[in-house]
């Protein structure tokens, strides 16, 4: 009984750390956000992005606060952050979703990851063309996607309409690290 006993325990290890060797993690990856207005465009960075990348099971999942984001402007701030965002109500965007065909064995491919995009209490499933490069060990996810402010309820005042885009390209770059370290 005694024998057995460091046979599961090294086992129950083993397996733990198989498990986590595919797993990585982007503690500050970058989104960024553009929308032209014919007054004055918008963007912004958030350089605070959590994202978790699981290979074995080819998933992403990314959080972030979207008080976060900076702007150049405060005013530009203020108003996404209380009149469009709402952050008070909603204060993080998050993607759940699948790498469509990775191949483990390459060291750059440009794959399709499918998921579910929750931006405003909002969720909808969006299909974004990423690049994958796997470089000394670390893998680096990038790329970019446009949004309809429509799709997540943004409500803009008509007398702004005109001023904001009805679409929004979404820019990300994330740096992922071995989960253990």
């Known amino acids: 009984m005694n024998k057995i006993l460091p046979f599961f325990l090294l086992l129950i290890l083993l397996t733990g750390f198989s498990s ?3 797993q990585f993690i982007a503690r500050q990856g970058h989104v960024s956000f553009f929308s032209y207005a014919s007054m004055e465009n918008i963007e912004a960075q958030n350089n605070q992005v ?11 999942a990314v ?28 204060p993080k ?9 990775f ?27 990423t690049t994958i490069e ?5 893998y680096l996810l990038s790329g970019e996607y446009n949004v309809f402010v429509k799709d997540f309820d943004i409500k803009i005042p008509p007398i702004l309409s005109s001023n904001i885009a009805k679409m929004i390209t979404i820019k990300f770059r994330f740096q992922y690290q071995s989960y253990e370290e």
Not at 93 to 101: R, S
Not at 134 to 138: A, E, F, H, V, W
């Open 20 to 22: 986590e060797e595919n």
């Open 103 to 129: 191949e483990s064995s390459l060291e750059k491919q440009t794959k399709i990851v499918r998921g579910n995009l929750t931006i405003h209490g909002n969720t909808k499933e969006i299909d974004i063309k």
């Open 93 to 101: 965007a998050t993607f759940e979703g699948n790498i469509l065909d």
């Open 134 to 138: 796997k470089i000394n060990g670390t």
């Open 63 to 90: 959080s972030m606060l979207m008080r976060a984001f900076v702007f150049k402007k405060d005013l530009m701030y203020e108003h996404f952050n209380e009149s469009y965002i709402e952050s008070d109500i909603y």
């Open 50 to 60: 959590l994202s978790i990348l699981d290979l074995r099971n080819k998933k992403i």
